[in-house]
């Protein structure tokens, strides 16, 4: 067994002796500065390097060569004043090591901008050579760099001594065969023509555009040429990036740029500079401090724990031409595994496959006594071929097994597990690929991790908000579906709602809340609480988005609202529709064909405090299927929301409406995540049995009761309903005599027949709800109603209505 524990740290620096020597002695390299600073990912576990320069007017020290993550994750600044007080300057200027910690660097104004990960600084003067130069180097382990790290920064500082001026022209003011300058404000492009050759493009057939070279990669490789040519995604310094081309006959061709972003000066553009190369014939020798930079360029973007264990199996397995690799996380003893490369269960061990209770095993550190000895030593463990290991260990790797602990913050994050079937002999390079590679999986975990929670803290959020269940129809089924945005942990402000009101309507609600943030959120609670609140109290729909309009003007907030509200009638078909700003109903006809709704609408809420908002009818006849949703299913980068509503409304002339989960998941299958997105359909049967309703006005005269009587015999004897007569007579003389001793205002009775139940049921112009009372004297003359009402009844209440309320009884019918 060979560990990279401490014999490993003492033999650190010969080993960056070495290294840097082989580097020095070609000075033919263009990228040597870049493979010195790379060193520093290796051998002092820096996450980011970085040169600084004078200007040519000496005030300034400027960034000229960099590797590691994106320097914006620490606030790093592309220059410096030299006359400051940034570890640079300091170091420029004393000629002396400066060493700076998480306090000392909160003290320095102009060490960073912008918060972010605690780490350690060092800044050390260049060699001589380098024209006053200064390396600046960063890490994020709680105790900086040991000893050992710091003497390989020295020794690393001293190596910066190549020219800096980065690949352009020749003195006669051509460009090299195989180089390039792009002008980043135009995309115009000069190119030399061994660079067309390796693109396959001929000097007549090249119109100097870039767009024309990018057209012929291989388009799962354009997005990381992209991140390269857009200026917005290029900082100061060197990048190397390989790539592929497309070739009329034969695999494509694999190509490496390398390119320097050169600012802008008096009025000139900014440039990006640069060489291409085939791929197969550049040297081997640089090929894992290579990947260990694109490593942590991955990692530097990967956001959740799934992202970051892919990042490292793409990087560590087709260049160590591993068998097998496993990436796990570390929960207490237990190590849950998030990706496995192979992922079939049957390329594993068998105590792993026992362990696979979901999508990955959760194996017991327990029962792998040498892992548990190597997380204890935090060190990578490096066993050869014919090393005795526990079967769950040695199944792994039979030809030789690698497990690098993954540390971070002072604790292990997890571990990762690399295995060989045939016998493999771990060269140096390969050590420190796996070595550098731990270092960076393990912050990266660790930050992926807390993005993990803190997304789903939001996702949690967000559910609390949203309907748990939607309620069951009659005459109708609604599904609905809920996507949050993926870019970000901020919380949407998509909502909606189905809310069953009285006499057999319904209220389908979506809305969308202005930005995405916690006071999104919560303004998105109150407006969904708002509309639920004047709905239920029986208010007509251009009522209910004109309460919430002002409600929300009255707020005093900055965010603004949109919203459609439908209110159908379950027992006629028919509907009104009112929008707010927002996005119409799409109508799906039984025969297949689709409507979107020309519904005329009024500005979002929250805009105009006396705004209207005019409603608009429909016909819904059964099988119709209506569509509500927000801008973040049909609005895109590509295509504007007309075209997005008119795909959508193509989708669904295809649909099935017999499933609606299915028609739901399939509208939302392909949905650009860069908005949350609300779902809401609802297809109309129509009502099996459709209630029977008659009504009357009570007018205030001394023989309204009686009127009311009258009125109620009538309607049993024509509905053939009289064996309850009495009874039902009985409830509506008390309820009906309650409204006009104890309110002012109109009155008016209700009956309802359907399904073996008779619904009684009296409105006023009073809002306030009638008590039941808990004791009565026997010479008490009155209170008796509602005790009565509740003898004779088998439900009782009352409901809000539009400025006033509803008293109403049920009775059961016997057959």
């Given amino acids: 067994m060979v560990s990279e524990g401490a014999a490993g740290r003492g033999t650190a620096t010969p080993r960056a002796e070495n290294a840097l020597r082989a580097i020095m002695e070609d000075r033919g390299a263009p990228e040597r500065l870049h493979r010195v600073l790379e060193q520093a990912l290796v051998f002092a576990r820096a996450t980011y390097a970085a040169v600084y320069t004078p200007d040519q007017d000496g005030d300034l020290l400027c960034l000229v060569e960099s590797a590691g993550v994106p320097q914006t994750l620490y606030g790093l600044r592309d220059s410096y004043p030299l006359a400051g007080h940034s570890p640079v300057a300091e170091a420029r200027r004393t000629g002396r090591p400066v060493w700076l910690g998480p306090a000392e660097l909160a003290a320095r104004a102009e060490s960073r901008r ?95 555009r870039v767009e024309t070279l990018l ?20 900082t100061v310094g060197e990048r190397e990036l390989e790539f592929r081309v497309l070739r009329p006959a034969g695999p494509p061709r694999w190509l490496r740029l390398r390119g320097r972003l050169l600012p802008g000066v008096e009025g000139r553009p900014a440039l990006l500079v640069g060489t291409v190369e085939d791929a197969a014939g550049l040297r081997s020798d640089v090929t894992d401090v290579a990947r260990v930079q694109r490593l942590a360029s991955a990692l530097a973007t990967a956001g959740t724990v799934r992202d970051v264990s892919q990042a490292v199996v793409a990087a560590l397995r087709r260049p160590l031409r591993a068998d097998r690799i496993a990436l796990a996380e570390l929960e207490h003893d237990r190590l849950v595994v998030t990706v496995l490369d192979p992922p079939e269960p049957e390329a594993w061990p068998e105590l792993w496959r026992l362990e696979w209770r979901t999508e990955w095993p959760d194996a017991p550190v327990r ?91 939001v996702g949690m959020l967000q559910r609390q908000l949203l309907p748990r269940r939607l309620p069951t129809l009659p005459g109708a089924v609604a599904v609905a579906r809920y996507l949050p945005a993926t870019a970000g942990l901020e919380v949407g402000g998509d909502w909606y709602d189905v809310i069953p009101l009285p006499d057999h309507h319904v209220a389908l609600v979506i809305g969308d809340v202005q930005g995405h943030s916690a006071a999104a959120a919560t303004l998105m609670g109150q407006m969904r609480t708002a509309l639920r609140a004047y709905a239920v109290e029986g208010h007509p729909p251009d009522v209910v ?78 099988g119709t299927l209506v569509t509500l949703t927000t801008d973040g299913l049909v609005e895109s980068a590509d295509a504007d929301i007309d075209q997005g509503m008119d795909q959508l409304a193509h989708r669904l002339a295809g649909a099935d409406p017999a499933h609606l989960g299915l028609v739901a998941d399939a509208l939302l299958t392909g949905a650009r995540r860069s908005d949350d997105v609300a779902l809401l359909l609802m297809r109309y049967d129509g009502m099996a049995v459709r209630p029977r309703r008659e009504s ?70 009073s809002p306030r709800t009638p008590v039941r009372p808990t004791s009565i004297g026997w010479e008490a003359t009155g209170g008796r109603g509602l005790l009565l009402v509740e003898a004779m009844s088998a439900a009782w209440g009352t409901v809000p209505v539009s400025g006033g309320k509803q008293v109403w009884c049920e009775i059961v019918l016997d057959a």
């Avoid at 022209?169 to 090299?176: D, N």
């Avoid at 292990?412 to 771990?426: E, K, R, T, V």
């Fill in 367 to 457: 029962a792998m006594p040498t892992l548990a000895s190597a997380l204890r030593e935090g060190r990578a463990q490096i066993w050869p071929a014919g090393t005795p290991l526990e079967p769950a260990l040695a199944e792994v790797g039979p030809g030789g097994l690698a497990v690098l602990p993954l540390p971070a913050g002072g604790r292990m994050a997890g571990a990762c597990l690399i295995g060989w079937d045939s016998p493999h002999d771990f060269g140096p390079d390969e050590r420190a690929l796996l070595t550098a590679s731990a270092g960076l999986a393990g912050q990266a975990l660790m930050r992926a991790r807390a993005f993990d929670a803190e997304h789903e803290l």
């Fill in 545 to 622: 988005v004109s309460h919430a309009n002002r409600l929300l003007v009255d707020m005093e907030t900055d965010l603004f609202a949109t919203c459609a509200y439908v209110d159908v009638d379950m027992e006629e078909g028919t509907a009104w529709c009112v929008r707010a700003g927002h996005l119409p109903p799409v109508l799906r006809h039984p025969d297949g064909s689709t409507r979107i709704v020309e519904a005329e609408g009024g500005p979002p809420l929250g805009v105009v405090a006396q705004a209207d908002f005019p409603m608009t009818p429909l016909r819904l006849t059964p």
């Fill in 696 to 765: 009357w006005t009570v007018w205030r005269v001394p023989e309204a009761v009686r009127h009311a009587r009258r009125f109620t015999n009538r309607t049993l004897r024509a509905w053939g309903v009289t064996r309850y007569t009495d009874t039902v007579l009985l409830v509506v003389s008390e309820l009906v005599t309650n409204a006009l001793v104890h309110t002012d205002g109109p009155v008016r009775l209700d009956l309802t027949l359907v399904g073996g139940r008779l619904r009684v049921a009296v409105a006023d112009s």
């Fill in 114 to 208: 912008t918060p972010g990960p605690e780490f350690h600084v060092a800044a050390l003067p260049a060699h001589p050579e380098a024209d006053g130069g200064c390396l600046l180097a960063v890490s994020e382990d709680p105790h900086g760099f040991d000893s050992d790290q710091r003497k390989s920064l020295e020794l690393i500082a001293d190596a910066v001594s190549c020219p800096v001026a980065p690949p352009g022209r020749a003195a006669g003011g051509e460009l090299p065969p195989n180089a390039f300058s792009l002008a980043m404000d135009t995309g115009r492009v000069e190119v030399g023509d061994e660079l067309l050759h390796l693109f396959g493009v001929t000097r007549d057939d090249f119109d100097g």
């Fill in 215 to 234: 057209g012929l990669t291989v388009p799962e490789d354009l997005p990381s040429l992209m991140s390269v040519v857009e200026a917005d995604h290029m």
